[in-house]
Nanobody, 125 residues
Framework: QVQLVESGGGLVQPGGSLRLSCAAS????????IHWFRQAPGKERQGVSC????????DYADSVKGRFTISRDNAKNTVYLQMNSLKPEDTAVYYC??????????????????WGQGTQVTVSS
């Protein structure tokens, strides 16, 4: 069974940090572009970041650029999203997703083959 499982969400204060993890099973994520997207109540899904399978190139939404970092550990079949300097507007359910592409990922592309159950991130004092 193909599965992606997110973890690491929680409640943090503004300015705090979280590291989200996305663990894959039944497939090797190194053959897929991996995305993080988020959805807040009443809002459309927003692409946050992605990392390409071929060369590790990355893309970020303007709203998170300079604060978030995506990375992968192929040995652990896991992708991470390090989130620093968190803001209340970052509050959302965060999902990881696998796209059956391997080159030049873009957060504007939202055609996913697999995705997880999501993990809640709440930024509030």
């Amino acid at each position: 069974q193909v599965q992606l499982v997110e973890s690491g969400g929680g409640l943090v204060q503004p300015g705090g940090s979280l590291r989200l993890s996305c663990a894959a099973s039944a497939f090797m994520l190194d053959y897929y572009n991996i995305h993080w997207f988020r959805q807040a109540p009443g809002k459309e899904r927003q692409g946050v970041s992605c990392i390409s399978a071929n060369d590790g190139s990355t893309d970020y939404a303007d709203s998170v650029k300079g604060r978030f970092t995506i990375s992968r550990d192929n040995a652990k079949n896991t992708v991470y999203l390090q989130m620093n300097s968190l803001k209340p507007e970052d509050t959302a359910v965060y999902y990881c997703a696998a796209e059956n592409k391997y080159l030049h990922c873009s957060v504007s592309r939202r055609e996913y083959d697999y995705w997880g159950q999501g993990t809640q991130v709440t930024v509030s004092s």
